[in-house]
């Protein structure tokens, strides 16, 4: 009995852990975000390397917990010029939760105009997430990460 208790007892906590990080977020858990004090949750960044000037837009404001969605990818140079025919991976996940998101979003069309569509765009939860872009461009490669806090 001790043990079938036990086990019970080790089951619960593990059905507590994943739900926490895959159901309908709580308002507290939306509002959760351990994101160090000085962290940028800018929409418009500059790439790691400098090459590039890039902003996202997602057609969801503001981005829901659960919803499928799409954003728009704007690459430009730092002087302004628009960014075509690039190669561009997406990934993401949560910093503090060590998971990444539940979908795997890419572009799936160039727009023109330095524009990209992200298609399959999706949060499971609230909290601190980072959405990280790597472009290939002109035989030339950087990336750069947004801070998104849902």
């Keep these: 009995m001790r043990r079938y208790s036990l086990l019970l007892g080790v089951l619960l906590l593990l059905v507590a852990a994943i739900g926490g990080c895959g159901g309908a977020a709580t308002p507290a858990m939306q509002m959760s975000s351990n994101a160090p004090a000085d962290t940028d949750f800018g929409t418009t ?17 503001p981005i829901a917990i659960n919803e499928l969605h799409q954003w728009t990818l704007h690459v430009e140079t730092p002087e302004g010029a628009p960014v075509d025919d690039a190669v561009i991976a997406v990934s993401g996940g949560m ?3 060590n998971h990444g998101m539940p ?4 572009v799936t069309e160039a727009l023109g105009n330095g ?7 999706q949060f499971q ?12 461009a002109a035989g030339q490669q950087d990336s750069v990460t947004f801070n998104l806090k849902l």
């Design 45 to 61: 960044r500059a790439s790691d390397g400098g090459l590039f000037q890039v902003t996202y837009t997602p057609a969801l404001e």
């Design 125 to 136: 939860m609230g909290g601190w997430w980072t959405i990280t872009f790597v472009i290939d």
């Design 115 to 121: 524009d990209y569509r992200v298609e399959g765009m």
């Design 103 to 106: 979908t795997e979003p890419q």
């Design 95 to 97: 910093p503090e939760h």
